[in-house]
């Protein structure tokens, strides 16, 4: 496994306690459909939410929720379309990015609510 795999399921694991603690119900991880992955699908309040994860060892090259372009936020919206019609969601929905950075000590965790559409 790659440094930037490992890297990838230590930030889905952070962001998953950090929402959890939020108040968050984790329904799904790293669900695909055809070309789309999302990486959490998490309830909260009738809400469902589709969450990417971006984790990065430093702000060098940007800040994670940075590399969420609008070809990633189609893919994503693709599969939501899919896990909403298999499992007949008829309430609320709503797409967030947790950024996160790894740094010495504690991570920085930012929950970005509503990133994109």
Do not use: C
């Amino acid at each position: 496994m790659t440094d930037k795999i490992k890297r990838g399921f230590e930030g889905e694991d952070l962001a998953i306690t950090f929402l959890k603690e939020k108040g968050y119900r984790l329904l799904e991880r790293n669900y695909r459909y055809k070309r789309s992955e999302i990486d959490l699908i998490v309830e909260k309040d009738n809400w469902l939410v589709f969450v990417e994860v971006k984790t990065r060892s430093s702000t060098s090259f940007g800040y994670p929720e940075e590399f969420v372009d609008e070809k990633k936020a189609a893919k994503i919206m693709e599969g939501a379309d899919q896990y909403i019609h298999e499992n007949n969601w008829k309430a609320n929905v709503r797409y967030d990015i947790v950024s996160i950075v790894l740094k010495k000590g504690d991570p920085e965790i930012v929950h970005f609510e509503d990133a994109f559409y």
